[in-house]
């Protein structure tokens, strides 16, 4: 039996390109599966599958790829991503806030 050792939802691409190699690099192998087609949907199997007997080492090795990675992303630009995040997540809160407050004046103008 197989276990899947790392999701590919919502991943880059540069990110999983770096487990590959990592896991490359180990000699372990594995196999990827594809979102599919029911993944719009919330349904995602997509992810690095690996057999039973590698799974310590491949969990190993993604754990240790996942540590430099994150530090290689906070060090390229620690206030960029969290400042620009805020500034999406205003903005779509805003824009929320401005149509729900347009639909309500429009549904009580047209019930008068």
């Given at each position: 039996m197989s276990k899947r050792i790392f999701k590919l939802k919502f991943v880059p691409n540069d990110e999983a390109n770096g487990a590959r190699d990592a896991l490359e690099q180990a000699g372990i192998q594995y196999y990827e599966?594809?979102?599919g087609y029911?993944?719009?949907i919330g349904l995602n199997s997509a992810g690095l599958w690996v057999a039973n007997e590698d799974e310590v080492a491949a969990r190993t090795v993604i754990e240790d790829f996942q540590k430099v990675w994150l530090e290689k992303i906070r060090s390229e630009s620690p206030s960029e991503h969290s400042a620009s995040k805020r500034a999406d997540r205003f903005m779509f809160s805003l824009l929320l806030f401005?149509?729900?407050l347009a639909i309500t004046i429009l549904y009580i103008i047209n019930t008068k």
């Open positions: 599966t594809p979102a029911l993944s719009s401005v149509a729900v």
